[in-house]
């Protein structure tokens, strides 16, 4: 009886896996559960014994929801941080505040140009902690999480450096100079400089140095530069800039290594980051994976041509090229079709079965060719057959069977008709 009840469980929570596919369209997925971004920084604390981390963390426009009030279109969402002893054992700190948007159009409010960036600051004890930050939109009342260890150190007063933080944009004005934080701490392929920002504290007029070292890690190389700094007593800001910067798709870091006069090693910091293609989905981390991705969209010859490519500049230029005439609006710098198909691509992957990956199995391809279905009739549980789904499309007057043979999920597509289907669907 007990094995009869947990494989009748098993076959219910397989069966919730796929229950949404058909509520899994563009619309529902960009205003599920807010996406945001979170970076911290350690720096020198005036309270003794104290060091303050700085924390931004950012959130697009359009991942909340907002509503229209009169002209204005309005949202609001509440940040949670809550710091943890290291072994999670009890909550040291939390603290809980509320953001508000506003915006002049409905266009404002889905631009990905548009984000609200929070910052807040503690003096904090120096140690290990575990850190939650959660963002939960006032209006859908959906929100997620981030969890993710925070080790924060003590800053000497003699000499010794602070976090390093990578940053957007540098404003000068007649109050001197402001940073913009690159709090998703991404770059693209067109990034041509880029900059990171930190403090060095000295006790005394001092000459000391930082030898700055930028990491390809998926690459293998490495790109040196050596700043020398004329320190005065208390607190040296330094703006360092990497210029020429040549980004490929790839994982980076940036470690400043803090010298004294006489090049004894004093404080080692780094910063990691990532690059991806410009004007593509930033979940695409490997082009040529991309490419192979795009099997439901090009043509074989179309394919070969991209993978023919005699250099990685080349295989770029032909993949944006081949999208870039899928645009429909060729004014416009966004590009609906490509974002929706890797966001398929996406979705099938996290959700079906196969015996690879999930774009790749029957389901995952019928979903990323035709979209989520109108509707499913699921039978999970039936006597005389094995479990099967129907996935119904009315506007193409489709139907497709899939049915789980092993009984373990990776269900088949029954009898497909490849000479009666009509092609991607935008």
């Not at 043509?299 to 032909?318: A, C, G, H, V």
Request: hydrophobic share 35%.
């Amino acid at each position: 009886m007990k094995t009869i009840l947990l494989l009748l469980a098993i076959l219910l929570i397989g069966s919730s896996l796929n229950a949404q596919v058909e509520y899994s369209s563009n619309s529902q997925f960009s205003k599920s559960a807010p996406i945001f971004s979170i970076d911290a920084a350690s720096y020198k604390s005036s309270k003794e014994g104290k060091t303050r981390v700085d924390f931004f963390i950012q959130v697009p426009y359009a991942n909340i929801q907002f509503v229209k009030k009169g002209s204005e279109f309005l949202a609001s969402y509440s940040i949670t941080l809550t710091f943890y002893a290291e072994d999670k054992s009890r909550i040291m700190f939390e603290s809980i505040w509320k953001e508000k948007l506003s915006a002049g159009s409905f266009e404002e409010t889905n631009s990905g140009d548009n984000f609200n960036i929070s910052y807040k600051f503690f003096d904090l004890t120096p140690g290990k902690y575990n850190l939650k930050c959660t963002v939960e939109d006032s209006d859908s009342r959906k929100s997620s999480s981030r969890e993710f260890p925070l080790n924060i150190r003590e800053i000497a007063d003699s000499l010794d450096l602070s976090d390093l933080l990578l940053v957007t944009d540098v404003i000068k004005d007649s109050l001197g100079e402001s940073i913009v934080p690159n709090v998703a701490r991404m770059v693209t392929n067109k990034t041509t400089e880029l900059s990171v920002y930190l403090e060095i504290y000295s006790d005394k007029n001092q000459l000391a140095y930082i030898d700055f070292t930028m990491k390809d890690i998926k690459n293998g190389k490495n790109f040196n530069q050596l700043s020398p700094q004329e320190l005065k007593k208390g607190i040296n800001k330094v703006i360092h800039t990497f210029t020429k910067t040549d980004f490929v798709v790839s994982d980076y870091s940036i470690i400043a290594l803090l010298k004294d006069s006489e090049w004894k090693e004093i404080k080692r910091t780094e910063k990691t980051f990532i690059s991806k293609i410009f004007g593509v989905p930033s979940g695409i981390a490997d082009l040529d994976k991309a490419i192979d991705q795009m099997l439901y969209i090009a043509s074989p010859e179309q394919l070969d041509d991209i993978k023919d490519s005699k250099d990685y500049d080349e295989k770029l230029n032909r993949f944006l090229a081949f999208w870039e005439s899928k645009k429909p609006n060729q004014n416009s710098q966004e590009n609906p079709v490509m974002y929706e198909y890797y966001r398929r691509i996406d979705y099938a992957t996290k959700t079906f079965k196969g015996l690879g990956e999930g774009w790749r199995s029957d389901m995952g391809m019928i979903y990323v060719t035709f979209g989520p279905p109108n509707n499913v009739d699921r039978h999970p549980i039936d006597a005389y057959s094995k479990p099967y789904e129907v996935w119904e499309y009315y506007d193409i007057n489709r139907s497709f069977v899939f049915s789980d043979n092993t009984g373990f999920g990776n269900y088949r597509l029954v009898n497909p008709d490849f000479s009666r289907w009509p092609g991607y669907r935008y």
